[in-house]
């Protein structure tokens, strides 16, 4: 189903951001989304790279604690209205969106958006039943 996301949990201090991508950029892992969201005392990095299991591994063994996560990636036209059309399928069979973010990984003239769905395998049969274009890699 969909894409692997990394999460990787980062106590909020400086630095600590930097010491993440400084780790996948010697491992030459290469990041294709990025995304973070935090709290006063912690922070969650999400992102999705070309080599996910090296990722993972490169990220542990130098001390970071991570998860994996299937997410859903959609590539849409990059127009007025093409977002809210694919939230729209959502909204109306009622499959909630936890979150999302965009990737400026796509071909010309369109977006990837990556959704994190309470429920992924309807998310999944939306998707493909609307004739949206699900990306398996990117």
Avoid at 77 to 103: C, H, M, Q, W
Wanted: net charge negative; hydrophobic share 45%; with cysteine.
């Amino acid at each position: 189903m969909g894409i692997k996301q990394i999460s990787v949990f980062l106590e909020n201090n400086s630095g600590r951001l930097a010491e993440v991508t400084k780790c996948l950029a010697e491992a030459k892992i290469n990041l294709r989304a990025i995304s973070i969201a935090d709290t006063a005392d912690f922070g969650i990095l999400r992102i999705i790279v070309d080599k996910q299991a090296e990722a993972v591994k490169t990220l542990n063994a130098a001390g970071f604690t991570t998860r994996e996560t299937d997410v859903l990636a959609v590539e849409i036209s990059d127009t007025p209205g093409a977002l809210a059309a694919v939230i729209e399928l959502f909204r109306e069979t009622k499959v909630n969106i936890e979150y999302l973010y965009a990737s400026l990984e796509g071909s010309q003239g369109k977006a990837v958006v990556l959704f994190k769905l309470n429920d992924p395998d309807a998310g999944l049969k939306i998707i493909r039943e609307s004739g949206v274009t699900l990306l398996e890699q990117f």
